[in-house]
């Protein structure tokens, strides 16, 4: 079994992530962010403690997981000596009250199928990363684990003593627990679960039929969008670029990070795949989140001083450290909480901003339309762009120990001030368009020239040679067009040299920590999309459909991938691996009417 072999529950408020055996390995308490309970993930070797599961006896081999069709509800069906037990988890989301009800609560049915199976069930949270070991109470038909801040309740129907002693037992009836926060729960739990697991299979498959998916590929596709609504926090709107921290980019490597953050960057693909699936309330309060970050910083006046990533919600730090308490992934270490690339300078984000705000001036779906007041709010970070274009910075990479002139960097400033100039246009400010524009050109001209490299390809950096997956993303924010000699030249050196076995690596020179080792699942499909744009269908079409089969077995993906072994690394599940594959299976898509047709 792979270690990324997980499936994801969920409800936008938290989530769950649970193994082929159904052990849930990774929970965060109350929210997306929060204190890891069940955190085995990161538990190396150490099976004592960190989970939630129920142990069949005389397991035979892995159990068939799948999800229940067009949900987030999973199931997982272990074979046992003495018969077959089905287990069901959820998060309960639906519509109540006349509004949308996401409680901190993680529902797990146990019923078995055929025969008289036998079960253990474990429950061993611990709290502050592994550090602490809970004080227990019980009642009646609850167990409380007591931690120094907070706690866990587990409501249930089965015997208290059987769970609390980890005793052995026949599951001759389906049995339910209810996990989550410290509230009694007055309904009986069976009734509770058949009515919640009813009402949230009835959401999700409301939420799946309003989608716009495309012909082909249709399942991946449905999968992809649920994995992406399930990284989202409603409560803001934020997205997180995983759910997970510290899952390593390879194996032996300390490229451990903590994405339980929303990056500027990721808004514009994000807001992207969104539009295009019309999950529009999704898309809607993360632009919401995304232009609240613009106003605040614009109102103070620190565009210059906007971090490239904020905390989903009030609470988090993001300041990065190390906590020994966890050995980590597999036993790589180190496990990192916070991010130091929030005190990094990334030129970038300001054209995510901008190109994230735009699409207030134009999509009539949203209910707060784009206006003269937010355009002035979106200049200050447009002036900003136009001062940090040509300066040193981080990369959308990230570097921790060097600065240079990115082009992507760069680009994306160019995208802010060209944007502007549309913006401008759209509020009826022409003369400030044409100057927002002007600059944007002089702006162009010298990107262009400076990271054309002698054969004619663009270089990642100015200047210099650099071989970067990002210059593929270069004619999808407009500067230049796709059917341009240098874009074809880019898209050949990259075939040449940051393709393996037909997975893209981000870059191949060293970096703070080496050379990579592991290609990068979002810059294979950029290279997809870039294959398709210049006709190569053929190529892309065997490059997506190879990614496809790299997919988890439930359809999931993380961020990097052993292009030697195929086996998933980085952290889980990947909202930029989720949105890369939607944007690429819309662009390969035949028609409904094509499709259709030939079906017929």
């Known amino acids: 079994m792979s270690g990324l072999d997980l499936g994801v529950i969920g409800n936008c ?33 150490d099976p004592q403690s960190g989970f939630m599961d129920a142990v069949v006896t005389g397991a035979k081999g892995l159990g068939r997981q799948r999800y229940l069709p067009n949900t987030a509800i999973l199931e997982t069906t272990v074979y046992g000596a003495g018969g077959t037990v089905r287990i069901v988890d959820f998060a309960p989301r639906f519509r109540r009250f006349g509004r949308m009800f996401r409680p901190p609560m993680l529902v797990r049915r146990l019923e078995p199928v055929s025969g008289r199976p036998r079960i253990t069930i474990r429950m061993r949270p611990t709290f502050s990363y592994g550090a602490l070991k809970p004080q227990i109470t019980s009642g009646s038909n609850h167990i409380r684990f007591v931690g120094d801040a907070a706690v866990l309740r587990v409501t249930t129907d089965s015997s208290i003593s059987y769970i609390l002693h980890e005793t052995e037992f026949a599951l001759d009836r389906p049995i339910t627990l209810i996990v989550g926060a410290d509230e009694s729960i007055t309904e009986g739990p069976d009734a509770l679960a058949r009515t919640f697991l009813a009402e949230t ?98 109102a103070r006046g620190e565009a210059d001083q906007i971090a490239p990533l904020f905390p989903i919600a009030p609470g988090m730090d993001t300041t990065e450290r190390i906590v020994d308490t966890l050995p980590g992934y597999r036993g790589n270490g180190p496990v990192r909480i916070g991010n130091a690339a929030v005190s990094q300078r990334q030129n970038d984000t300001y054209g995510s901003m901008v190109l994230t705000a735009a699409q207030m001036f134009w999509d009539e779906r949203l209910p707060r339309y784009g206006d003269i007041e937010l355009y002035r709010r979106l ?111 880019t898209l050949d050196m990259v075939g040449r040299r940051l393709v393996k076995n037909g997975f893209v690596m981000r870059y191949v020179e060293a970096d703070d920590f080496g050379k990579p080792s592991n290609a990068f699942l979002l810059c294979t499909f950029w290279y997809i999309d870039a294959l ?44 930029y691996s989720q949105v ?20 017929s």
């Not at 929060?34 to 070797?45: I, K, S």
């Not at 594959?581 to 819309?586: G, Q």
Request: glycine share 8%.
């Open 13 to 45: 408020a938290i989530a769950s992530l649970v193994d082929r055996n159904g052990r849930h390995v990774w929970h965060g308490l109350g929210r997306l962010d929060g204190d890891p309970v069940f955190n085995a993930l990161l538990g190396g070797n």
């Open 201 to 298: 299979e009835a959401y999700w498959h409301t939420w799946v039929r309003d989608l716009n998916t495309p012909f082909d590929w249709q399942a991946a596709v449905i999968r992809a969008a649920i994995t992406l609504k399930l990284c989202s926090f409603e409560d803001t709107g934020a997205v997180l670029a995983a759910l997970t921290t510290s899952v390593p980019e390879a194996a032996d490597t300390p490229r451990t990070w903590d994405y339980r953050f929303s990056w500027l960057r990721d808004s514009f693909f994000t807001v992207t795949a969104l539009n295009r699936l019309s999950a529009t309330r999704t898309m809607e309060r993360f632009v919401s989140f995304i232009v609240d970050i613009v106003e605040a910083g614009s």
């Open 379 to 489: 200049c200050v970070v447009g002036n900003e762009a136009h001062r940090a274009a040509l300066t040193p910075d981080a990369g959308l990479w990230e570097y921790r120990e060097r600065e240079e002139i990115h082009t992507f960097s760069a680009a994306m400033c160019w995208a802010a001030q060209h944007r502007l100039g549309m913006i401008a246009r759209r509020v009826g400010v022409d003369s400030e368009s044409r100057e927002w524009l002007a600059r944007a050109g002089v702006l162009r001209q010298e990107v262009l020239q400076r990271a054309t490299m002698a054969d004619g390809w663009l270089s990642g950096v100015l200047d210099r040679e650099m071989a970067d997956a990002s210059s593929l993303v270069l004619p999808e924010i407009g500067l230049l067009r796709s059917d341009d000699p240098r874009f074809h030249a």
């Open 532 to 575: 398709a744009s210049v006709g190569r269908r053929e190529e892309a079409l065997e490059l997506f459909n190879n990614v496809l089969g790299q997919r988890n077995h439930v359809g999931l993906l993380s961020e990097d991938l052993d292009p030697l072994t195929g086996e998933l690394w980085g952290n889980f599940p990947q909202t």
């Open 580 to 599: 890369g594959l939607i944007l690429s299976a819309m662009r390969l898509s035949r028609s409904w009417e094509e499709g259709l047709w030939h079906a």
